[in-house]
Each structure stands twice: as structure tokens, then as C-alpha cells.
């Protein structure tokens, strides 16, 4: 388990989205990246992973599904989970890595892709 201050986190998870290659950052509309320590009960549900722990989740509408009627909404978001980052990296480099991993596998459902899909990439 590796501990580390809202700060510290925050920094890391900032540098993981500077390393975004630029095609995708000029291709990410109308999305917020924010960190909390633990998911809600709402959102295990949500995310149809109860009983597995849940790194990351992406709530609202991806790329694909919008059409000319999608203005005006509130940004969707992608939520990092501090704690459960933590707890399960061995070190603070696995921790880095897990957090890049976590930010691509939450863009990739911006983009539309599906779990199946993301499985299905490797990276």
C-alpha cells in the first residue's frame, strides 16, 4: 500500500493527463477529471462492479452518443478513487502506473468504448 497526501495524488494524476498523447487531449470535450477517496455505495452499483474494487468511473455521455441535441449539459466526469489506488499498488511507480492506466481505460469509455472493447487493448 502506498500513502500519499491529496496533493502528491493530485500531482501524479495531473502528470498522467499531461502524458496524454495530443490526439487525445484535442479530442476530449466537456469532461472533468476529479479524485475522491473512496467510490459511494451509488456509484459501485452504477458501475456494476460490486464486491471488485473500482479504481475509476466514467459517468455521463460518451462521444459517440451525442447528436445535435447535446448542449448545454453539465460536463461528464471521470472520478479516480485515491484510496483503492493505493491500496492496491505495491510501490509509488506501480501507483503511477495504475493511475495512467485507470485515466486511458475512463477516456476510452469518453470515446465510447465498451468494457469488452477495453479489454481488449493492450496498454
Known amino acids: 500500500m502506498v500513502e500519499l497526501s491529496e496533493e502528491q495524488f493530485e500531482k501524479i494524476v495531473a502528470q498522467a493527463l499531461d502524458d496524454m498523447p495530443a ?5 476530449v470535450q466537456n469532461l472533468a477529471v476529479v479524485i475522491h477517496p473512496w467510490p459511494t455505495p ?21 462521444l459517440t452518443r451525442r447528436g445535435h441535441g447535446y448542449r448545454l449539459v453539465p460536463p ?16 509509488e511507480e506501480d501507483l503511477e502506473r495504475l493511475i ?22 493492450d496498454f
Open 23 to 27: 490526439w487525445i487531449s484535442y479530442r
Open 42 to 62: 451509488r456509484q459501485i452499483q452504477k458501475s456494476q462492479k460490486e464486491g471488485k474494487m473500482l479504481l475509476g468511473l466514467y459517468e455521463g455521455i460518451p
Open 76 to 91: 461528464d466526469r471521470i472520478t479516480l478513487f485515491q484510496q483503492p489506488l493505493q491500496r492496491i499498488a505495491r510501490d
Open 100 to 121: 495512467r492506466r485507470t485515466v486511458i481505460h475512463e477516456i476510452g469509455h469518453h470515446f465510447g468504448l465498451s468494457e469488452k472493447d477495453l479489454k481488449n487493448l
